[in-house]
Protein backbone atom coordinates (compact mmCIF):
# COMPACT_ATOMS: atom_id res chain seq x y z
CA UNK A 1 0.00 0.00 0.00
CA UNK A 2 2.65 2.37 0.61
CA UNK A 3 4.66 1.94 -1.94
CA UNK A 4 1.03 2.23 -3.98
CA UNK A 5 0.96 5.73 -2.46
CA UNK A 6 4.56 6.26 -3.41
CA UNK A 7 3.95 5.14 -6.98
CA UNK A 8 0.86 7.60 -6.96
CA UNK A 9 3.01 10.25 -6.03
CA UNK A 10 5.62 10.18 -8.29
CA UNK A 11 2.85 9.90 -10.89
CA UNK A 12 1.19 13.25 -10.57
CA UNK A 13 4.64 15.40 -10.10
CA UNK A 14 5.22 13.99 -13.69
CA UNK A 15 2.24 15.19 -14.70
CA UNK A 16 2.83 18.15 -13.34
CA UNK A 17 6.23 19.09 -14.27
CA UNK A 18 5.08 18.01 -18.11
CA UNK A 19 2.05 20.69 -17.56
CA UNK A 20 4.30 23.16 -16.48
CA UNK A 21 6.59 22.27 -19.50
CA UNK A 22 4.22 22.86 -22.17
CA UNK A 23 2.38 26.01 -20.33
CA UNK A 24 2.52 29.37 -23.00
CA UNK A 25 3.64 33.29 -21.97
CA UNK A 26 1.47 36.10 -23.53
CA UNK A 27 1.65 38.68 -21.70
CA UNK A 28 4.77 40.66 -23.09
CA UNK A 29 7.27 42.72 -21.14
CA UNK A 30 6.51 46.52 -20.95
CA UNK A 31 6.60 49.05 -23.64
CA UNK A 32 6.80 52.32 -23.70
CA UNK A 33 5.20 55.14 -26.50
CA UNK A 34 7.18 58.55 -26.29
CA UNK A 35 4.43 61.44 -26.08
CA UNK A 36 5.05 64.60 -28.83
CA UNK A 37 4.15 67.69 -28.22
CA UNK A 38 3.82 70.58 -30.79
CA UNK A 39 2.29 68.49 -33.35
CA UNK A 40 -0.06 70.13 -36.18
CA UNK A 41 -3.61 70.02 -36.15
CA UNK A 42 -5.72 67.43 -37.69
CA UNK A 43 -3.21 65.21 -39.12
CA UNK A 44 -2.45 61.47 -38.42
CA UNK A 45 0.62 61.16 -35.93
CA UNK A 46 2.89 58.08 -36.00
CA UNK A 47 4.42 56.94 -32.77
CA UNK A 48 7.97 55.58 -32.51
CA UNK A 49 8.39 51.96 -32.77
CA UNK A 50 8.08 49.69 -29.87
CA UNK A 51 8.82 45.44 -30.22
CA UNK A 52 6.65 42.73 -28.68
CA UNK A 53 8.72 40.58 -25.90
CA UNK A 54 8.47 38.33 -23.39
CA UNK A 55 5.72 36.06 -24.65
CA UNK A 56 5.97 32.72 -26.34
CA UNK A 57 2.92 32.67 -27.98
CA UNK A 58 0.60 35.22 -30.08
CA UNK A 59 -1.12 37.40 -28.09
CA UNK A 60 -4.26 39.96 -28.26
CA UNK A 61 -3.55 43.26 -29.64
CA UNK A 62 -6.32 45.90 -29.28
CA UNK A 63 -6.46 49.62 -29.59
CA UNK A 64 -9.01 52.61 -28.30
CA UNK A 65 -8.99 56.36 -29.73
CA UNK A 66 -6.33 54.92 -32.94
CA UNK A 67 -5.09 52.73 -34.67
CA UNK A 68 -1.69 50.05 -34.83
CA UNK A 69 0.55 48.65 -37.46
CA UNK A 70 2.15 45.49 -37.17
CA UNK A 71 5.64 45.41 -38.73
CA UNK A 72 5.23 47.91 -40.78
CA UNK A 73 1.53 46.55 -42.43
CA UNK A 74 -1.66 48.85 -42.85
CA UNK A 75 -3.21 50.60 -39.97
CA UNK A 76 -6.21 48.86 -38.11
CA UNK A 77 -8.13 49.76 -35.48
CA UNK A 78 -9.51 46.33 -35.37
CA UNK A 79 -7.97 44.01 -32.63
CA UNK A 80 -5.45 41.32 -33.66
CA UNK A 81 -2.34 39.25 -32.66
CA UNK A 82 0.85 39.64 -32.51
CA UNK A 83 4.04 37.37 -32.14
CA UNK A 84 7.53 37.98 -30.38
CA UNK A 85 9.69 39.90 -32.23
CA UNK A 86 7.05 41.86 -33.91
CA UNK A 87 7.46 45.78 -34.46
CA UNK A 88 4.28 47.73 -33.40
CA UNK A 89 3.62 51.65 -34.25
CA UNK A 90 0.07 53.44 -33.51
CA UNK A 91 -1.22 56.46 -34.85
CA UNK A 92 -3.40 59.04 -33.55
CA UNK A 93 -5.44 61.72 -34.91
CA UNK A 94 -4.40 65.31 -33.73
CA UNK A 95 -7.00 67.84 -32.24
CA UNK A 96 -8.77 70.41 -34.96
CA UNK A 97 -8.02 72.75 -32.12
CA UNK A 98 -4.76 74.14 -30.44
CA UNK A 99 -3.22 73.23 -27.31
CA UNK A 100 -5.17 70.36 -27.07
CA UNK A 101 -4.23 66.72 -26.08
CA UNK A 102 -5.24 63.10 -27.79
CA UNK A 103 -4.50 59.61 -26.27
CA UNK A 104 -4.77 56.44 -27.83
CA UNK A 105 -4.27 53.10 -25.66
CA UNK A 106 -2.97 49.98 -27.06
CA UNK A 107 -3.04 46.66 -25.48
CA UNK A 108 -0.59 43.35 -25.73
CA UNK A 109 -1.80 40.61 -23.65
CA UNK A 110 -3.38 42.62 -20.88
CA UNK A 111 0.04 44.98 -21.03
CA UNK A 112 -1.41 48.28 -21.81
CA UNK A 113 0.63 51.49 -23.42
CA UNK A 114 -0.34 54.67 -24.17
CA UNK A 115 0.29 57.38 -26.81
CA UNK A 116 -0.52 61.21 -26.61
CA UNK A 117 0.07 63.96 -28.85
CA UNK A 118 -0.50 67.83 -27.92
CA UNK A 119 -1.42 70.28 -30.40
CA UNK A 120 1.06 73.40 -30.93
CA UNK A 121 -0.15 76.56 -29.49
CA UNK A 122 -1.94 79.32 -31.62
CA UNK A 123 0.46 81.64 -32.62
CA UNK A 124 -0.65 84.75 -34.66
CA UNK A 125 1.97 86.71 -34.24
CA UNK A 126 3.65 86.34 -37.69
CA UNK A 127 7.76 87.09 -38.64
CA UNK A 128 9.00 90.43 -39.42
CA UNK A 129 8.24 91.89 -42.37
CA UNK A 130 9.67 95.03 -44.35
CA UNK A 131 8.73 97.18 -46.70
CA UNK A 132 11.09 98.94 -48.72
CA UNK A 133 11.35 102.96 -48.32
CA UNK A 134 10.89 104.68 -51.79
CA UNK A 135 12.33 108.01 -52.76
CA UNK A 136 11.91 110.53 -55.06
CA UNK A 137 8.46 109.76 -55.54
CA UNK A 138 5.70 111.85 -57.85
CA UNK A 139 3.53 114.55 -55.66
CA UNK A 140 -0.10 113.14 -55.55
CA UNK A 141 0.51 109.65 -57.03
CA UNK A 142 -0.46 106.72 -55.18
CA UNK A 143 2.79 104.25 -55.02
CA UNK A 144 2.61 100.48 -54.21
CA UNK A 145 4.89 99.23 -52.24
CA UNK A 146 6.68 95.75 -52.27
CA UNK A 147 5.01 92.76 -51.93
CA UNK A 148 5.47 90.59 -48.32
CA UNK A 149 4.32 87.08 -47.72
CA UNK A 150 3.18 86.28 -44.84
CA UNK A 151 5.06 83.53 -42.67
CA UNK A 152 5.11 82.10 -39.03
CA UNK A 153 1.42 82.12 -38.32
CA UNK A 154 -0.65 78.87 -37.83
CA UNK A 155 -3.92 80.77 -37.32
CA UNK A 156 -5.44 83.43 -38.84
CA UNK A 157 -3.99 86.85 -38.07
CA UNK A 158 -5.63 90.07 -37.88
CA UNK A 159 -4.59 92.96 -40.48
CA UNK A 160 -5.33 96.74 -40.40
CA UNK A 161 -3.47 99.78 -41.22
CA UNK A 162 -3.07 103.43 -40.73
CA UNK A 163 -2.17 105.83 -42.95
CA UNK A 164 -2.87 104.05 -46.49
CA UNK A 165 -4.51 100.85 -47.72
CA UNK A 166 -3.78 97.45 -48.42
CA UNK A 167 -4.28 94.23 -50.47
CA UNK A 168 -4.33 90.59 -49.88
CA UNK A 169 -2.66 88.37 -52.77
CA UNK A 170 -3.96 91.06 -55.36
CA UNK A 171 -7.45 91.61 -53.81
CA UNK A 172 -8.96 95.23 -53.91
CA UNK A 173 -7.13 97.73 -51.73
CA UNK A 174 -8.61 98.71 -48.43
CA UNK A 175 -7.93 100.20 -44.89
CA UNK A 176 -11.02 97.57 -43.44
CA UNK A 177 -9.60 95.61 -40.65
CA UNK A 178 -9.27 92.11 -41.62
CA UNK A 179 -7.40 88.72 -41.53
CA UNK A 180 -5.10 87.00 -43.13
CA UNK A 181 -3.62 83.59 -42.89
CA UNK A 182 0.08 81.98 -43.39
CA UNK A 183 1.45 82.22 -46.84
CA UNK A 184 -0.45 85.30 -47.96
CA UNK A 185 0.86 88.24 -49.56
CA UNK A 186 0.29 91.65 -48.86
CA UNK A 187 1.42 95.01 -50.76
CA UNK A 188 0.46 98.72 -49.00
CA UNK A 189 -0.33 101.87 -51.25
CA UNK A 190 0.25 105.14 -49.81
CA UNK A 191 -0.63 108.45 -51.41
CA UNK A 192 2.28 110.73 -51.79
CA UNK A 193 2.15 113.84 -50.44
CA UNK A 194 1.17 117.22 -52.22
CA UNK A 195 4.89 119.03 -51.86
CA UNK A 196 7.94 118.08 -52.82
CA UNK A 197 10.74 116.33 -50.21
CA UNK A 198 7.87 115.38 -48.20
CA UNK A 199 7.85 111.74 -46.44
CA UNK A 200 4.48 109.93 -46.26
CA UNK A 201 4.01 106.73 -44.01
CA UNK A 202 1.39 103.92 -43.92
CA UNK A 203 1.96 100.88 -41.21
CA UNK A 204 0.69 98.16 -41.32
CA UNK A 205 -0.15 95.66 -38.24
CA UNK A 206 -0.36 91.85 -38.38
CA UNK A 207 -0.83 90.22 -35.50
CA UNK A 208 0.76 93.34 -33.16
CA UNK A 209 3.83 93.16 -35.79
CA UNK A 210 4.01 96.42 -37.91
CA UNK A 211 5.69 97.03 -40.29
CA UNK A 212 5.59 100.91 -42.04
CA UNK A 213 5.79 102.26 -45.60
CA UNK A 214 7.34 105.57 -46.37
CA UNK A 215 7.18 107.62 -49.68
CA UNK A 216 9.13 110.71 -50.00
CA UNK A 217 8.25 112.94 -53.10
CA UNK A 218 11.29 114.08 -54.84
CA UNK A 219 13.96 117.08 -54.11
CA UNK A 220 15.51 119.19 -56.39
CA UNK A 221 19.01 119.94 -56.25
CA UNK A 222 21.96 122.21 -57.75
CA UNK A 223 22.74 118.99 -60.21
CA UNK A 224 19.19 119.11 -61.70
CA UNK A 225 20.17 122.36 -62.97
CA UNK A 226 23.93 121.46 -64.79
CA UNK A 227 23.72 121.07 -68.17
CA UNK A 228 22.35 123.27 -71.20
CA UNK A 229 19.37 124.43 -71.61
CA UNK A 230 17.10 125.50 -74.56
CA UNK A 231 15.37 129.12 -73.46
CA UNK A 232 12.74 130.72 -75.49
CA UNK A 233 10.73 133.93 -73.98
CA UNK A 234 8.23 136.80 -75.00
CA UNK A 235 8.89 140.22 -73.73
CA UNK A 236 5.43 142.18 -73.48
CA UNK A 237 6.11 145.84 -73.02
CA UNK A 238 3.77 148.85 -72.81
CA UNK A 239 5.52 150.63 -75.48
CA UNK A 240 4.58 148.11 -77.84
CA UNK A 241 7.35 148.65 -80.25
CA UNK A 242 9.70 147.46 -77.51
CA UNK A 243 7.87 144.07 -77.26
CA UNK A 244 9.87 141.33 -78.25
CA UNK A 245 11.01 137.44 -78.60
CA UNK A 246 14.26 136.02 -77.72
CA UNK A 247 15.79 133.33 -77.65
CA UNK A 248 19.21 131.31 -76.61
CA UNK A 249 21.10 128.10 -75.09
CA UNK A 250 22.67 128.20 -71.99
CA UNK A 251 25.28 125.95 -70.09
CA UNK A 252 25.44 125.89 -66.43
CA UNK A 253 28.04 123.89 -64.18
CA UNK A 254 27.55 122.44 -61.32
CA UNK A 255 27.25 125.22 -58.77
CA UNK A 256 24.42 127.29 -61.46
CA UNK A 257 27.21 129.42 -63.21
CA UNK A 258 26.55 129.99 -66.52
CA UNK A 259 29.42 128.98 -68.82
CA UNK A 260 28.72 129.02 -72.13
CA UNK A 261 25.93 130.89 -73.98
CA UNK A 262 25.14 130.17 -78.21
CA UNK A 263 22.48 130.96 -80.48
CA UNK A 264 21.11 134.26 -78.63
CA UNK A 265 18.87 136.49 -80.40
CA UNK A 266 15.88 138.51 -79.98
CA UNK A 267 13.46 140.21 -82.59
CA UNK A 268 16.19 143.49 -82.92
CA UNK A 269 19.47 140.97 -82.65
CA UNK A 270 20.67 140.75 -79.89
CA UNK A 271 23.84 138.94 -77.78
CA UNK A 272 24.48 136.59 -75.67
CA UNK A 273 25.69 136.89 -72.20
CA UNK A 274 28.74 136.39 -70.73
CA UNK A 275 30.19 133.28 -69.35
CA UNK A 276 29.84 134.17 -65.29
CA UNK A 277 26.83 137.06 -65.29
CA UNK A 278 24.09 134.59 -64.47
CA UNK A 279 23.68 132.27 -61.62
CA UNK A 280 20.59 129.80 -61.52
CA UNK A 281 19.88 128.76 -58.01
CA UNK A 282 17.22 126.04 -57.02
CA UNK A 283 15.80 125.11 -53.60
CA UNK A 284 14.16 121.60 -52.43
CA UNK A 285 10.63 122.77 -53.80
CA UNK A 286 11.93 123.20 -57.25
CA UNK A 287 11.70 126.68 -57.13
CA UNK A 288 14.34 128.47 -59.57
CA UNK A 289 16.05 132.15 -59.17
CA UNK A 290 18.63 133.89 -60.94
CA UNK A 291 21.20 136.27 -60.43
CA UNK A 292 24.28 138.42 -61.80
CA UNK A 293 24.91 141.28 -63.94
CA UNK A 294 22.78 139.73 -66.81
CA UNK A 295 19.94 138.45 -65.01
CA UNK A 296 16.09 139.56 -64.60
CA UNK A 297 15.24 141.06 -61.44
CA UNK A 298 12.14 139.63 -60.01
CA UNK A 299 12.66 136.20 -61.35
CA UNK A 300 10.78 133.49 -60.51
CA UNK A 301 11.07 129.96 -61.86
CA UNK A 302 9.45 126.25 -61.19
CA UNK A 303 11.28 123.16 -62.14
CA UNK A 304 8.69 120.22 -63.56
CA UNK A 305 8.80 117.23 -61.87
CA UNK A 306 10.70 115.50 -64.78
CA UNK A 307 13.68 118.31 -64.23
CA UNK A 308 13.42 118.76 -67.75
CA UNK A 309 11.56 121.82 -68.23
CA UNK A 310 10.76 124.90 -66.11
CA UNK A 311 8.61 128.18 -66.57
CA UNK A 312 9.38 131.15 -65.14
CA UNK A 313 8.69 135.27 -65.11
CA UNK A 314 11.15 138.20 -64.57
CA UNK A 315 11.79 141.96 -65.97
CA UNK A 316 13.84 143.88 -66.59
CA UNK A 317 15.56 146.18 -64.30
CA UNK A 318 13.47 148.92 -65.18
CA UNK A 319 10.79 147.16 -64.93
CA UNK A 320 9.43 147.94 -68.30
CA UNK A 321 9.62 144.78 -69.80
CA UNK A 322 7.87 141.82 -68.54
CA UNK A 323 9.07 138.43 -69.46
CA UNK A 324 7.49 134.93 -69.41
CA UNK A 325 10.33 132.24 -70.67
CA UNK A 326 9.92 128.53 -70.97
CA UNK A 327 13.15 126.56 -70.64
CA UNK A 328 13.81 123.00 -72.01
CA UNK A 329 16.52 120.71 -71.26
CA UNK A 330 18.68 119.20 -73.77
CA UNK A 331 19.46 116.06 -72.44
CA UNK A 332 21.96 115.12 -76.15
CA UNK A 333 18.71 112.83 -77.51
CA UNK A 334 19.13 112.13 -80.97
CA UNK A 335 16.23 113.44 -83.46
CA UNK A 336 15.43 112.24 -87.37
CA UNK A 337 13.12 114.29 -89.10
CA UNK A 338 10.05 111.48 -88.63
CA UNK A 339 9.81 113.37 -85.19
CA UNK A 340 7.81 115.81 -86.67
CA UNK A 341 6.18 113.64 -89.70
CA UNK A 342 2.70 111.96 -89.79
CA UNK A 343 1.55 114.13 -86.55
CA UNK A 344 -1.21 115.46 -85.17
CA UNK A 345 -0.72 118.86 -83.27
CA UNK A 346 -2.38 121.83 -81.23
CA UNK A 347 -1.03 124.79 -80.36
CA UNK A 348 -1.26 127.97 -77.85
CA UNK A 349 0.64 131.19 -78.03
CA UNK A 350 0.12 134.39 -77.22
CA UNK A 351 1.30 137.52 -79.65
CA UNK A 352 2.24 141.04 -78.58
CA UNK A 353 3.63 144.13 -79.88
CA UNK A 354 1.64 145.43 -82.91
CA UNK A 355 -1.18 143.13 -81.99
CA UNK A 356 -2.01 141.59 -78.68
CA UNK A 357 -3.77 138.39 -78.51
CA UNK A 358 -3.85 134.89 -77.37
CA UNK A 359 -4.22 131.92 -80.31
CA UNK A 360 -5.15 128.59 -79.83
CA UNK A 361 -5.67 125.76 -82.67
CA UNK A 362 -5.01 122.48 -84.14
CA UNK A 363 -3.24 120.90 -87.43
CA UNK A 364 -1.16 117.93 -89.12
CA UNK A 365 1.38 117.32 -90.05
CA UNK A 366 1.37 115.45 -93.33
CA UNK A 367 4.54 112.61 -94.34
CA UNK A 368 6.98 115.56 -96.05
CA UNK A 369 6.85 117.82 -92.73
CA UNK A 370 4.01 119.97 -94.26
CA UNK A 371 1.79 121.71 -91.75
CA UNK A 372 -1.39 122.36 -91.92
CA UNK A 373 -3.82 124.50 -89.76
CA UNK A 374 -7.16 122.84 -89.59
CA UNK A 375 -8.85 124.93 -86.63
CA UNK A 376 -7.70 128.25 -84.72
CA UNK A 377 -9.39 129.93 -82.34
CA UNK A 378 -8.81 134.02 -81.10
CA UNK A 379 -10.65 136.02 -78.09
CA UNK A 380 -13.35 136.90 -80.60
CA UNK A 381 -14.16 133.63 -81.22
CA UNK A 382 -13.26 130.55 -84.24
CA UNK A 383 -11.88 132.16 -87.16
CA UNK A 384 -10.58 130.74 -90.80
CA UNK A 385 -7.75 128.27 -90.08
CA UNK A 386 -4.10 129.27 -91.75
CA UNK A 387 -4.75 125.91 -93.51
CA UNK A 388 -0.67 125.34 -94.93
CA UNK A 389 1.95 127.40 -93.62
CA UNK A 390 5.17 125.40 -94.86
CA UNK A 391 7.28 122.81 -93.77
CA UNK A 392 8.40 121.88 -90.36
CA UNK A 393 11.86 120.11 -89.46
CA UNK A 394 14.10 118.99 -86.69
CA UNK A 395 17.70 119.02 -87.37
CA UNK A 396 19.61 116.46 -85.18
CA UNK A 397 20.36 118.24 -82.29
CA UNK A 398 16.66 119.29 -81.90
CA UNK A 399 16.10 122.44 -83.04
CA UNK A 400 12.66 123.17 -85.05
CA UNK A 401 12.17 125.34 -87.99
CA UNK A 402 9.44 126.08 -90.47
CA UNK A 403 10.04 127.15 -94.09
CA UNK A 404 7.24 129.15 -94.93
CA UNK A 405 7.90 131.23 -91.49
CA UNK A 406 11.47 132.15 -91.41
CA UNK A 407 11.52 134.11 -88.26
CA UNK A 408 10.22 130.61 -86.35
CA UNK A 409 12.87 129.09 -84.27
CA UNK A 410 12.01 126.38 -81.69
CA UNK A 411 13.41 123.06 -79.35
CA UNK A 412 11.97 119.61 -79.99
CA UNK A 413 11.66 118.14 -76.52
CA UNK A 414 13.52 114.70 -76.00
CA UNK A 415 10.66 112.87 -75.78
CA UNK A 416 9.52 114.19 -79.31
CA UNK A 417 6.30 115.29 -77.67
CA UNK A 418 6.38 119.27 -77.50
CA UNK A 419 8.03 122.33 -79.13
CA UNK A 420 8.57 125.94 -78.02
CA UNK A 421 9.38 128.18 -80.53
CA UNK A 422 9.74 131.79 -81.50
CA UNK A 423 8.13 133.86 -84.19
CA UNK A 424 7.34 137.30 -85.62
CA UNK A 425 4.42 137.86 -88.01
CA UNK A 426 4.02 140.20 -90.82
CA UNK A 427 2.41 143.24 -88.06
CA UNK A 428 5.79 143.68 -85.85
CA UNK A 429 3.48 141.40 -83.19
CA UNK A 430 5.95 138.78 -81.13
CA UNK A 431 4.63 135.19 -80.38
CA UNK A 432 5.79 132.94 -78.03
CA UNK A 433 4.68 129.33 -79.78
CA UNK A 434 3.73 126.01 -77.39
CA UNK A 435 3.32 123.27 -79.73
CA UNK A 436 1.88 119.45 -78.36
CA UNK A 437 2.29 116.52 -80.57
CA UNK A 438 -1.09 114.77 -79.55
CA UNK A 439 -2.16 111.02 -79.26
CA UNK A 440 -1.91 110.60 -75.30
CA UNK A 441 -5.19 109.82 -74.02
CA UNK A 442 -6.08 111.37 -70.29
CA UNK A 443 -7.80 110.13 -67.31
CA UNK A 444 -10.53 112.61 -65.74
CA UNK A 445 -8.47 113.16 -62.80
CA UNK A 446 -4.99 113.95 -64.33
CA UNK A 447 -5.36 117.21 -63.28
CA UNK A 448 -5.40 116.55 -59.91
CA UNK A 449 -2.50 118.43 -58.16
CA UNK A 450 -1.01 121.30 -56.82
CA UNK A 451 0.37 123.09 -60.36
CA UNK A 452 2.84 126.14 -60.43
CA UNK A 453 2.18 128.45 -62.80
CA UNK A 454 3.53 131.53 -64.56
CA UNK A 455 1.50 133.72 -66.87
CA UNK A 456 2.35 136.83 -69.14
CA UNK A 457 -0.25 138.96 -69.79
CA UNK A 458 -0.68 141.76 -73.01
CA UNK A 459 -1.24 144.00 -70.32
CA UNK A 460 1.58 144.28 -69.52
CA UNK A 461 2.29 142.13 -66.61
CA UNK A 462 3.53 138.98 -64.99
CA UNK A 463 2.02 136.70 -62.64
CA UNK A 464 3.04 133.54 -60.81
CA UNK A 465 0.92 131.41 -58.70
CA UNK A 466 -0.25 127.90 -56.78
CA UNK A 467 -3.26 126.06 -58.19
CA UNK A 468 -4.77 123.06 -55.89
CA UNK A 469 -6.73 120.89 -58.41
CA UNK A 470 -8.91 118.30 -56.18
CA UNK A 471 -10.27 115.15 -58.11
CA UNK A 472 -13.43 116.85 -59.01
CA UNK A 473 -11.68 119.43 -60.53
CA UNK A 474 -12.43 122.14 -58.27
CA UNK A 475 -9.79 124.28 -57.82
CA UNK A 476 -8.19 126.90 -54.84
CA UNK A 477 -5.82 129.30 -56.14
CA UNK A 478 -3.08 130.75 -53.88
CA UNK A 479 0.04 132.57 -53.55
CA UNK A 480 -0.61 135.29 -55.98
CA UNK A 481 2.67 137.27 -56.78
CA UNK A 482 2.30 139.88 -59.74
CA UNK A 483 4.05 142.40 -61.56
CA UNK A 484 1.11 145.01 -60.80
CA UNK A 485 -2.40 145.22 -59.92
CA UNK A 486 -4.83 143.52 -59.79
CA UNK A 487 -3.86 140.53 -58.73
CA UNK A 488 -6.11 138.01 -58.81
CA UNK A 489 -7.17 135.26 -61.10
CA UNK A 490 -11.33 136.22 -60.97
CA UNK A 491 -12.41 132.97 -59.79
CA UNK A 492 -12.76 131.91 -56.78
CA UNK A 493 -12.81 128.18 -57.09
CA UNK A 494 -13.41 127.30 -60.86
CA UNK A 495 -14.01 123.56 -62.04
CA UNK A 496 -11.06 122.28 -64.31
CA UNK A 497 -11.82 119.87 -66.69
CA UNK A 498 -9.66 117.42 -69.32
CA UNK A 499 -10.66 115.86 -71.77
CA UNK A 500 -9.55 112.49 -72.90
CA UNK A 501 -7.43 114.05 -75.33
CA UNK A 502 -5.84 116.48 -72.91
CA UNK A 503 -7.55 119.59 -73.47
CA UNK A 504 -8.18 121.73 -70.41
CA UNK A 505 -10.86 123.84 -69.84
CA UNK A 506 -13.22 125.80 -66.83
CA UNK A 507 -16.47 125.61 -66.95
CA UNK A 508 -17.08 129.44 -65.80
CA UNK A 509 -14.83 130.78 -68.05
CA UNK A 510 -15.15 129.92 -72.07
CA UNK A 511 -11.95 131.90 -72.68
CA UNK A 512 -9.72 129.40 -71.21
CA UNK A 513 -8.40 126.58 -73.08
CA UNK A 514 -5.29 125.00 -72.84
CA UNK A 515 -3.16 121.61 -73.37
CA UNK A 516 -1.46 118.92 -71.31
CA UNK A 517 1.75 117.95 -72.39
CA UNK A 518 2.40 113.71 -73.14
CA UNK A 519 4.11 113.09 -69.96
CA UNK A 520 1.27 115.15 -67.51
CA UNK A 521 3.97 117.33 -66.01
CA UNK A 522 3.14 120.93 -67.74
CA UNK A 523 0.22 122.39 -69.11
CA UNK A 524 0.29 125.42 -71.03
CA UNK A 525 -2.98 127.43 -71.28
CA UNK A 526 -4.69 130.71 -72.96
CA UNK A 527 -7.38 132.96 -71.06
CA UNK A 528 -8.77 136.34 -71.18
CA UNK A 529 -8.09 138.55 -67.69
CA UNK A 530 -10.49 140.74 -66.86
CA UNK A 531 -8.05 143.78 -67.90
CA UNK A 532 -7.40 145.85 -70.93
CA UNK A 533 -5.12 143.66 -72.94
CA UNK A 534 -6.30 140.67 -70.38
CA UNK A 535 -4.74 138.16 -73.09
CA UNK A 536 -2.86 135.34 -71.28
CA UNK A 537 -0.32 132.65 -71.82
CA UNK A 538 0.48 130.31 -68.72
CA UNK A 539 2.69 127.66 -68.42
CA UNK A 540 1.71 125.09 -65.61
CA UNK A 541 4.08 123.13 -64.05
CA UNK A 542 3.83 120.62 -61.23
Same mark, same amino acid.
Given at each position: ?34 ? /? ?51 ? #?? /????? =??? %?? #? ?41 ? #? ?15 ? *? ?29 ? %? ?39 ? =? ?5 ? !? ?53 ? =?? *? ?76 ? %? ?9 ? !? ?8 ? !? ?70 ? =??? %? ?33 ? *? ?30 ? !?????
Amino acid at each position: MKKFIIVIIALFYSFLGVQMLFATDTKPNHFKFIN /QKNVALSSPITSNTITVSGIDAAADISIVGGTYSITDGPYTGTSGKVNNGDTV #TV /QVMSA =ASF %ST #TTTTTLTIGGVKGTFSVKTLAADPKPDKFTFIPQTAVELNTVI #TSNTITVSGINEMSPIS *IVGGTYSINSGPYTDVIGTVENGDTVTVQVM %SAGIYNKKTTATLTIGGVKGAFSVTTLTFTQADLTGTWHIH =ALSANSA !SDKSKWYHATLTFDSSGNLTAAADCLDSFGGTCPDPGSIRWRINGNGVMSETGTS =AE *IKNHYTMASNKKFMAGTGENKSGSRFDLEIIQKDTGASYSPSDVQNKSFVYHQLKVGGTNEWRYGAGTISADGTMDIT %SETVPSGSVTP !SGSVGTISVD !SNGLVAISGVTTFHGFLSDDKKTVVGTETDSSTSYMLIVMHITGQTYTSDALAETWFAHMLTATPKWIHFTA =AVA %SDGVTSFSHWVCSASPCSSGHTTPTFSISSSGTVT *IAEDASFHGQMSDDGKFMVTTETMNEENGFAL !SVFTR
